[in-house]
């Protein structure tokens, strides 16, 4: 079974501070994603990797940056963390290929900015 | 662009009830559909999905049936339990694009025993 694991279940930091949001799977899969989780909102995809140190903006992406340097490791970045970025983030990954895999959620980091 | 519209909930029901959660998209091309659960604490998993038009998945007593003509995707079962209090996901990926998922804004099931 593929496992997607986030470092974090639950984080607290403060107002201006750089956070770091780690994700990590073991499948070998070329394309890792991470998304925000807001209620009434759905998923919103945040930034997506395809490829070691490639890396493409998704639909909110404002306010965060990611890393991509080797390719089981997924690094979501608040470069100056604000309390409107408290929420739930998810981390995916896929396997390229065919458009009917599903993604490989990881449980989520529960992150609030204080 | 793809957009994925599902309704709007919570929905509580009784156990032993039946469900439906609609599902409707708009995408280019032939979509393949999905849906995901999520159980409280955890991060979203897949429950169903179908590949193309009039292609029924179905997983754990759910059904969906990928319905062209009504660019719909509606989710169903018989006689739901207790243990299937989650939010649902409908979501599409579209062929190219590095697979990105285009999700529903998700439906809250609460199960009364």
């Known amino acids: 079974d593929v496992k997607v694991t986030q470092s974090s279940r639950y984080l607290v930091k403060r107002t201006g501070e750089k956070v770091f949001l780690e994700c990590v799977q073991d499948m070998d899969h070329e394309n890792m994603f991470w998304y925000r989780q807001d209620p009434g909102l759905g998923l919103r995809l945040i930034y997506f990797?395809?490829?070691?140190?490639?890396?493409e903006k998704g639909d909110i992406p404002e306010g965060y940056s990611v890393s991509r340097e080797k390719k089981e490791r997924f690094s979501l970045i608040l470069e100056s963390a604000s309390t409107n970025q408290t929420s739930m983030y998810l981390c995916?990954?896929?396997?390229?290929?065919?458009?009917?895999?599903?993604?490989?959620f990881g449980d989520g980091t529960r992150l609030s900015i204080l | 662009g793809n957009s994925v519209t599902q309704m709007e909930g919570p929905v509580t029901l009784s156990e032993e009830a039946f469900l439906t959660i609609n599902c409707t998209y708009t995408?280019?091309?032939?979509?393949?559909l999905f849906w995901y659960v999520q159980y409280p604490g955890e991060g979203l998993q897949l429950l169903l999905k179908?590949?193309?038009?009039?292609d029924k998945g179905s997983n754990k007593g759910f059904e969906a049936t990928y319905r062209k003509e009504t660019t719909s995707f509606h989710l169903e079962k018989g006689s739901v339990q207790v243990s299937d209090s989650a939010v649902y996901f409908c979501?599409?990926?579209?062929?190219?694009?590095?697979?990105?998922?285009?999700f529903g804004t998700g439906t809250k099931l609460q199960v009364i025993p």
């Open positions: 990797s395809y490829d070691v140190k490639m890396k």
């Open positions: 995408a280019t091309g032939y979509p393949s």
């Open positions: 179908a590949t193309k038009a009039d």
């Open positions: 979501a599409l990926t579209s062929s190219g694009g590095y697979q990105k998922v285009t």
């Open positions: 995916a990954s896929i396997l390229q290929g065919p458009s009917n895999q599903p993604q490989h």
